[in-house]
């Protein structure tokens, strides 16, 4: 037998073991609507619980593409230092970062692509549902035993296979949802642990910045000593014109900031 | 006839269409026979490809039940297993 007839038949005495559970049939229409909301109510969370995973996906992705900018720049600065080797070390993290960025992106288009099947998947319910209700109404209204039973095993056929395929689709959302959580959760501890800095294992946290800021910093001091250097000399020419005791003081001021500086270090 | 297509929804689909929708059936359960996920999922990707080209979307809010059955897009072997063995179903 094809596959198609195969599941199709599955699904109908799935539905016809529901419509068998109850003696008065109109209790099956009532029992299956009750069924009907809270299915529906339980695809209206599912959207949500996918929303959730995907924002904060979103948000990881966001975190760790601060931090792959932050190694570039830190490459940068290491080149225009003549460091070639704390280049690499940043280029080699962001590469690895590159990866779960790449990664992450993956499951957030899976998650949107399950969020908007879901979203489809509620609105066919919910148009079915709808049109149950009004149909148990008038069964129930014109209730005659041979006529109603025929006109409820259509209406619930129609409405238990739909069930049963917004079943599915919840369970494969919930299972999808489960795992990108487990994986999010996991990713969220290595950045609160500041270990995705870390991501080739070579060195130990951010050393790099580390060595780029003693580096900065002594460049600053030189530079800053340079500056001072130049801009005291036509100061001292000046002062020569206003008498010896400026120009004391003109000398002095360098003196002291330089040391100052130095103990800075 | 009516195809629902599970996660995707109903479409109603012309009689004559089905014989080339036999026939891309057999090879998804030729795939399934073999434990051959990578031949069950490019024949199921067919299969599902045949019956949304040839099959117009049913009315959202009839209660009818579909004639014909077919697994998600993405079904892996095993969950299609499952589907025929009935277990994971939400009865109706």
């Known amino acids: 037998m094809s596959l198609m007839k195969r599941i199709s038949l599955i699904f109908r005495s799935k539905a016809n073991k529901a ?16 069924r009907q909301l809270d299915l529906l109510s339980k695809v209206r969370r599912g959207v949500a619980d996918v929303a959730t995973s995907r924002k904060r996906v979103e948000l990881q992705v966001n975190q760790l593409e601060q931090q792959s900018a932050k190694l570039q720049d830190q490459a940068q600065k290491a080149i225009s ?20 960025i790449a990664d992450l992106k993956a499951q957030h288009a899976q998650l949107q692509g399950e969020e908007e099947k879901l979203t489809l998947a509620q609105q066919r319910l919910q ?61 969220d501890e290595l950045i609160a642990s500041g270990a995705l800095d870390d991501v080739t294992s070579h060195g130990s ?3 790099i910045a580390r060595e780029l800021e003693s580096m900065s910093s002594q460049a600053d001091v030189e530079s800053e000593l340079a500056r001072l250097k130049a801009g005291s000399e036509p100061q001292a020419i000046e002062a020569a014109d206003d008498g010896p005791i400026l120009e004391a003081q003109s000398e002095a001021q360098p003196e002291t900031e330089k040391s100052a500086a130095e103990d800075g270090q | 006839m009516i195809v629902r297509i599970l996660g995707e929804g109903q479409y109603d689909v012309a009689d004559d269409a089905l014989d080339r929708l036999n026939q891309l059936d057999s090879a998804v359960e030729a795939g399934i026979e073999a ?23 049913h ?9 014909l059955i077919l697994p998600h897009a993405d079904a892996s072997l095993d969950e299609v297993a499952d589907l025929l063995s009935g277990d994971g179903l939400i009865p109706g």
């Open chain 2, 35 to 57: 434990r051959d996920e990578e031949q069950f999922r490019s024949a199921l990707a067919a299969l599902l490809d045949g019956v949304r080209t040839v099959g117009a979307p």
């Open chain 1, 19 to 34: 419509l068998d559970r109850a003696e008065d049939p109109r209790e099956t229409l009532d029992y299956s609507y009750q």
């Open chain 1, 127 to 187: 148009a079915k549902v709808e049109s149950f209700r009004t149909r148990k109404e008038t069964i129930k209204a014109t209730y005659t035993a041979a006529e109603a039973q025929t006109r409820i095993n259509e209406a619930m056929s129609g409405i238990g296979e739909e069930m049963g395929d917004v079943g599915l689709a919840i369970q494969r959302a919930e299972d999808k949802t489960a795992q990108m959580q487990a994986r999010a959760g996991a990713i």
């Open chain 2, 59 to 67: 009315d959202a809010s009839s209660l009818d039940a579909s004639d």
């Open chain 1, 205 to 207: 946290g951010d050393d």
């Open chain 1, 81 to 100: 230092m003549d460091r070639e080797d704390l280049a690499r070390e940043a280029l080699t993290r962001k590469s690895g970062l590159t990866t779960q």
